[in-house]
């Protein structure tokens, strides 16, 4: 079973977007232009991650095969649903 030290940042762009590195190298390993899309990484926590843990909304042996391959690993935000992406929409005219 691998484990490894790795830190969370979160995105102050997108809501619910985390970006999981290994601490030991950073974020050195996360292309630029990632960067610039993700905005400036907001540290959140540093944590032991094995395959046996448990994540909100990724598969741990996922998030360390990623970080392994390409050195981090990129937690999008979940997909909204149909019916809430009626409260995000302008009204266009008013009615009473």
Known sequence: M????CEIFKSP???EMYLYVDRARGLTDVPEALLERFGKPVSVTVMMLS???TLARAKAGDVLAAIETQGFYLQMPPAREAYMLDSYKAPTEARY
């Open 2 to 5: 691998s484990k490894r030290l």
């Open 13 to 15: 762009r997108r809501d």
């Open 51 to 53: 395959e046996d843990k």
